[in-house]
């Protein structure tokens, strides 16, 4: 979905393969899901803000303010929240601050 709005994206099946992706190459923006097996999102977004303190958060989730994971992520705002489910505009939608070529699709 991020590449139909002209950015490249990288994938990470969980939270330490991100990790070592973030050590690799550098990225403006992170999609990040809470609920993951190993290592969850908000232990995730901590030891990602340890390597770059500028990333910018984006959190899907189709958890809420009743679950005290999305309790704790909102404790490192900022950060964004998409509901899953999620359509297209609203990814292209909080990707546009940040990214000069992101083109809406009609």
Known sequence: MIEIYGVSAAVAEGGHQAIA????????????DLDMPGMNGVDTLRALKEINKDLVFVVVTALDGDNELFRRILEHAPISVIPKPF??????????PYFELVTLPR
């Not at 992706?21 to 990040?32: G, P, R, S």
């Not at 359509?87 to 990707?95: H, L, N, P, R, S």
């Open 21 to 32: 992706l973030m050590k690799d190459e550098k990225f403006k923006m992170v999609f990040l």
């Open 87 to 96: 359509t297209i505009k609203q990814i292209g939608d909080v990707m546009e």
